[in-house]
């Protein structure tokens, strides 16, 4: 027998409809009405309820966008961006909802973000508010997230899209090692050139999740937005909540466009530094030559010797200041230790500077040692809960940004190091993750707005810099890349990628890197062998031309190296001035990753006219009794010819992309070949 209705299956009955959600697409889901998916917005209310319902109230469209207060925030002139505002309403529970929506003339983007206004008489905590949901048919989806850990971050792993729900999430504080604010669904038979994909990054560098699912329909379902772990937001009568900005970027011509597409966005539209299209100096960094045990002296020495090889500035690493003589102590003390710095910092920064270097220096302003004149002072600034132990790790806690004094008090004194002397590049560090949320600056039902206000504490201290010395080169860094976000990078034009500077490692890490952001924001530097986080020995070349294709630069103690390895360095910066413009500027291309074929790395980039191109080619085993292979590249123009300069040959586009380059079997494993080619 038939029934006229089933239980359990959405209602032909059009006043029941709307009880059954889970088979209609839905713009923003909300909690609790009938929508079993997971959901955009949640609250509670005064009286304990958590349903919330949004109605259509009405759209408009504008033109260019809005800045989103305290956020990084991408942008376009009103000429080039045009924006869509569409209005909700929660009658029950008084709020306005505006989803807002971007896009680029210039760049096939949508950004989206939503603010959440309280418009009743009573206040309302928002438990979940995420900035992007996207409901679709499923197409034989697969998801592609990024994992990793320390010294291993942004590995990419590709899984098909299930019934299980895919979580991708970070409750650290920070976007962490481990996963990373970015998702995309792309079909099985999508390639690097053809095919669709659609994939979702965020601009933000706290709480994230992101999450993936085919539902009980097979109905598919992705979410961007803040973690609702451990959040809970307090809106007063009349306040509004700003989510920060998802980029959504759907492709149909493969995984290469959808990086060409993250590429141009936020070389166009994100990154705001006077650096970003300028050749960075080429820095030679102290933390690997010394870690803590250096002075003045050392730093002079390693300076000379740089000079001598065409390196142009000295980065001064942690253990500058206070008793900072290992990671146990005295941050918070930003006070310069006169006894390794002798003479004082801008003695220093002038002697360098006499020599014809730049001078950089590293902060870690966000932390706080239980050993420092500064805890000592205001253990209260410490997040923590009071009577319960507070994790250490690294030996230090967290400053409670959160409290607008501590965010000035701590610009304070990094600007005050800053205004003492020439320095043109600071490397912002952040060693933990958060733990034991606690502020005694928050009142109790304001506690779950701890890890956003640290972020927009931290926002807030790093736009500070910038305005007071808008000609600083910031590089962004947490333990090596566990802060390499969107967010970081309308701070800082590049960010340390990673502490594993293997030449064979960073290929991995590269390759997740570079699956959304540009070559010239991955800090990537040439270290010493055996090297420090794998033991590893690599040919020197082989660590310049890969370091080659990030911001270039050094990380030893060049007063070591002998003579062969000195020379190898003036080339390496001599290979620098001739490409950087080329691999800062132009289009990235994937060609064959060690990753999946276990025995070659081979990526490139060819200038957007397509005259110029340079690619690397990385033998990581040489097999035995192997044959030389054609690697057939990409992104050339097929009707040009180009000129091979390493090989002298002059070859067809169309022949190089479909036939290939000859590629012989190098000497030795970890060998590299650097395969520039430039339009006849
Ligand atoms: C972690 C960074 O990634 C390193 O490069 C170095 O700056 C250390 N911190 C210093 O403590």
Redesign the pocket.
């Known amino acids: 027998m038939y029934l006229d209705e089933y239980p359990f299956l959405p209602s032909k009955n059009k006043r029941d409809e709307g009880a059954f959600l889970d088979y209609i697409p839905t713009e923003y889901s909300t909690n609790g009405i009938g929508d079993y998916r997971e959901s955009c917005l949640d609250v509670e209310t005064l009286n304990g309820f958590t349903a919330t319902q949004l109605s259509y109230v009405s759209y408009k469209t504008v033109k260019g966008k809005k800045k989103i207060d305290n956020l990084p925030t991408s942008f376009g002139n009103p000429e080039d961006v045009d924006s869509l505002i569409i209005t909700c309403e929660d009658k029950y529970n008084r709020l306005k909802v505006d989803l807002i929506y971007s896009v680029f003339k210039d760049v096939d983007v949508i950004t989206r973000s939503v603010e959440v206004e309280n418009i009743g008489e009573n206040p309302i905590f928002l438990t979940k508010v995420y900035s992007a949901c996207l409901d679709m048919e499923n197409k034989d989806f697969e998801v592609i997230s990024l994992h990793g850990s320390w010294a291993r971050e942004r590995h990419v792993e590709c899984t098909k899209l299930s019934h299980l729900q895919y979580v991708v999430q970070s409750t650290r504080g920070e976007s962490s090692h481990q996963d990373h604010p970015f998702l995309a669904l792309k079909t099985s038979k999508t390639s690097e050139d053809c095919g669709e994909v659609y994939a979702m990054n965020f601009v933000y560098s706290g709480n994230f999740c992101a999450t993936a699912a085919l539902n009980q329909f097979d109905f598919v379902r992705m979410t961007m937005g803040i973690n609702s772990k451990d959040f809970k937001w307090k809106l007063n009568a009349g306040e509004v909540f700003a989510t920060p900005e998802a980029v959504l970027v759907y492709s149909s011509e493969g995984l290469g466009k959808m990086t060409t597409t993250f590429h141009d966005f936020y070389r166009k539209h994100l990154i705001r530094s006077p650096y970003l299209h300028k050749e960075r100096p080429i820095l030679i960094?102290n933390?690997e030559a010394t870690y803590f045990d250096f002075d003045s002296d050392k730093l002079i020495d390693i300076a000379r010797e740089a000079k001598n090889l065409g390196i142009e500035m000295l980065v001064m690493?942690?253990g500058w200041f206070g008793n900072r003589f290992d990671?146990n102590r005295s941050l918070g003390d930003w006070k310069v230790n006169e006894n390794k710095i002798k003479g004082g910092l801008k003695s220093l920064v002038d002697k360098v500077n006499e020599m014809g270097l730049k001078f950089g220096i590293?902060f870690?302003p966000e932390m706080i040692s239980p050993d420092s004149d500064l805890y000592r002072e205001h253990p209260d600034w410490a997040i923590g809960i009071t009577g319960m132990d507070n994790t250490r790790s690294r030996n230090q806690y967290v400053l409670d940004l959160s409290r607008p004094e501590v965010v000035q008090y701590t610009y304070e004194q990094v600007a005050a190091i800053c205004r003492s002397a020439n320095i043109d590049y600071v490397?912002w560090?952040m060693?933990r993750q958060l733990t034991n949320l606690g502020s005694s600056y928050l009142s109790a039902d304001q506690m779950g707005e701890l890890s956003h206000r640290y972020m927009l504490g931290v926002y807030k201290l790093q736009d500070m810099l910038i305005s007071e010395f808008p000609g600083l080169l910031i590089e962004n860094?947490?333990?090596?890349g566990a802060r390499f976000d969107p967010g970081m990078l309308y701070y800082s034009p590049q960010i340390?990628c990673s502490?594993d500077t293997d030449a064979i490692e960073r290929l991995a890490i590269m390759e997740g890197t570079a699956l959304i952001y540009p070559l010239s924001t991955i800090g990537a530097h040439v270290s010493t062998v055996p090297n420090h986080a794998v033991g590893r020995v690599t040919p020197m070349k082989t660590r310049g031309d890969v370091a080659l294709f990030g911001t270039f630069g050094y990380e030893l103690d060049v007063t070591k190296l002998s003579d062969e390895d000195k020379k190898c360095v003036v080339a390496q910066v001599e290979l620098y001035h001739k490409y950087n413009e080329l691999i800062r500027e132009g289009d990235y291309y994937r060609i064959s990753s060690y990753r999946e074929n276990g025995e070659y790395e081979c990526f490139g980039v060819v200038s957007k006219d397509k005259k110029e191109a340079i690619y690397i080619y990385l033998q990581v085993f040489r097999k035995p009794n192997m044959h030389s292979k054609r690697i057939p590249l990409r992104g050339l123009n097929p009707d040009y010819k180009y000129f091979v300069e390493d090989t002298e040959q002059e070859l067809p586009g169309d022949v190089l992309m479909n036939v290939g380059i000859n590629q012989p079997i190098l000497d030795s494993d970890f060998s590299s070949r650097l395969i520039a080619l430039k339009c006849i």
Not at 477 to 480: E, R
């Open positions: 960094n933390w690493d942690d990671d590293w870690e490397k560090d060693n860094c947490s333990g090596g340390w502490d």
